[in-house]
């Protein structure tokens, strides 16, 4: 597997319309597909690719991305997250973001919106402003107001064994609730 074939598959007609309203079937076809790639890359096999922009960004997509089409509501879907970002951010000090189309920079920047770090959701939201997608843009400032209030993703509680506060309990039992 090579970073292109990541590329292609991901920003692929077939794949577009799965990207944040997944099914069980294109989570299998993932999980069948690139379940080997995304071990490799969990365990550093393929750190090489962060050498390049492309490569970069694949390297985000199987580390972010697929992780949470192949785990869907287990705690593995967030286990790379870590390594996601560090990619993230060393593409960022490189400034390859600005070689990438605007539609490849808003997965760049993914695992930033997708950190219970504060100063990642800030980032974040300065790099979707900046990226000027408007949609990118609400769900990067949604997710900095869920760290702001709760410090955490209270949706994520159950599947990585954490206890939710009454605060937390209250706004997943409301119809404002973010299940991601």
Same mark, same amino acid.
């Given at each position: 597997?090579?970073?292109d /074939? ?11 319309? *799965? ?10 076809e993932?999980?069948?597909?690139? %379940? ?14 962060? +050498? @390049? ?10 580390? +972010? ?8 509501? $287990?705690?593995?879907? #967030? @286990? ?16 390859? /973001?600005? @070689? ?13 919106? %997708? @950190? ?11 790099? *979707? ?12 400032? %949604? ?6 209030? #709760?410090? $955490?993703?209270? %949706?994520?509680?159950?599947v ?21």
């Amino acid at each position: 597997m090579k970073p292109d /074939d990541i590329l292609s598959f991901w920003f692929s007609e077939q794949a577009r319309p *799965y990207w944040f309203a997944s099914t069980a079937d294109f989570d299998r076809e993932v999980t069948a597909c690139f %379940h080997s790639t995304w071990q490799a890359a969990a365990t550093g096999d393929l750190d090489a690719w962060a +050498d @390049s922009p492309a490569g970069a960004l694949a390297l985000v997509i199987v580390l +972010d991305q697929f992780p949470l089409h192949m785990f869907r509501g $287990r705690a593995e879907a #967030f @286990s790379t997250e870590a390594r996601a970002r560090a990619v993230t951010r060393r593409a960022l000090a490189r400034h390859w /973001d600005q @070689s990438l189309a605007p539609e490849q920079r808003a997965f760049l920047y993914l695992p930033l919106m %997708h @950190s219970e770090s504060p100063v990642d959701q800030e980032d974040s939201v300065a790099l *979707y402003e900046a990226l000027g997608q408007a949609e990118s843009l609400y769900w990067a400032q %949604h997710h900095r107001e869920l760290i702001r209030r #709760f410090g $955490r993703f209270p %949706h994520r509680n159950a599947v990585l064994g954490r206890v939710s506060t009454p605060q937390e309990e209250a706004y997943l039992a409301s119809a404002e609730a973010f299940r991601g």
